[in-house]
């Protein structure tokens, strides 16, 4: 029930690659944290929200929040039919979370302790929601019902297929009140990926989703108040682009892989649908801003299936196929890898992709990673610059 409380399950070890300190921090039954670019840390970074089907059961997964001094979990959720990973975020103090539940969206503050439905939909998947940086507002997409569901499915199952069948889709908003609700934006693509500015809650970045050598412009922006959409960085042939995140400033990174990179990583280590590349142009980052040029491209030599920024974007943490790995930004423009951690997840579904994600002060970083199909955990790095 909302509220319950549960001991620590934290636990230390050595890693056998890396020679650091890391904490696991559950051991029971399946956990992972939210979306790397939903960011499951408070913003003071010593606590975290993450879903557990602790209480319902498997594959009813629910809130709990994790004081990381002393590893106590507690329950902030308790919806029968559960909240899944691209259905929940919340406000970086975490004074609001927004989830998705029973065809229902609900905000709940965390200070008030209270939940409100805001909006109903029984007819479109939606997912992917977004808080305005000035909190007036939730962004989210609707895409048609086609039956390829992608998510909860093992290796990217109906992924390819979704990305073909579905035709309606929209970019909608409503108020944190649950008033006015419009949709912004209609398309004929598989939407995914919305993301407000975290400066401008007029703008936000959202795209067109599927094997990222199948889309031939992955990466949108979009007035919210206007409806107007632009392209982030207009793709070529050769581009195969993807996990696009807005960097505290407001800029956007995203990777480009070159012709031949699907995107995706399936649990025998390799690409789902398209053969590895062979040669070919070099990766790198794109940064972009919010008129959708690109003012800077950084080589990137190294093959991870997520990234993601610190603060003050000199450092890049990956989820390497089996290692966790740290990149930082060399005073000569070229990138150097170390290892942090061998994660050596499964990768058999989304939940049990790493997504590692620093903290909002960038001195933790959170993972997941399982070892088989019945169990997920929670991970996290701390004090790798001591070492």
Known sequence: MTGDRFPSEIKEYTDPKSGLRIKQLTDRHVNFHMYFTDNSFDGDSNSIYFFSDRCNGRGIYNLFHMELDTGVMTQVTDEPEGVWLSTATKTRDSRYLVYWSGCRLKVMDTREKTVKVVYE?????????????????????????????????????????KMYAIKDSR????????????????????????????????????????????????????????????????????????????????????????????????????????PPSSGGRQPYFGIADKTGQVQ????????????????????????????????????????????????????????SHCHPTFSWDGRKILYAADTDEGHCNLFLIEDWEQE
Request: aromatic share 12%; proline share 4%; charged share 20%.
């Open 296 to 351: 800077r491209t950084v080589p990137m030599p190294f093959y991870c299936n997520h990234y993601m920024a610190n603060p003050v974007k000199d450092e890049f943490v990956g989820d390497g196929t089996d290692d966790i790995v740290l990149i930082r930004m060399g005073t000569d423009g070229k990138p150097t890898l170390r290892v942090l951690a061998n994660h050596n997840t499964t990768w058999l579904y989304q939940h």
């Open 121 to 161: 939909d029984h007819d479109m998947l939606v997912q992917n929601f977004s808080v305005s940086s000035d909190r007036k507002r939730i962004g989210f997409i609707r895409n048609e019902d086609v039956g390829a569901r992608q998510d909860g499915g093992p290796n990217y199952s109906g992924f390819k297929d």
């Open 171 to 274: 970019i909608s908003v409503v108020n944190m009140d649950g008033t006015g609700f419009h949709d912004v934006w209609r398309d004929t693509n598989w939407l995914s990926h919305f993301q407000f500015s975290p400066d401008n809650p007029s703008i936000a970045m959202f795209c067109h989703e599927g094997p990222w050598n199948c889309v031939n412009q992955r990466i949108w922006l979009i007035n919210m108040d206007s409806g107007d959409v632009w392209p982030c960085f207009r793709q070529g042939e050769d581009d195969c682009v993807g996990h696009e995140f807005w960097t505290r400033d407001g800029m956007i990174v995203f990777d480009n892989r070159g012709a031949g990179h699907d995107g995706t990583i399936s649990s025998d280590r390799t690409q789902v649908f398209t």
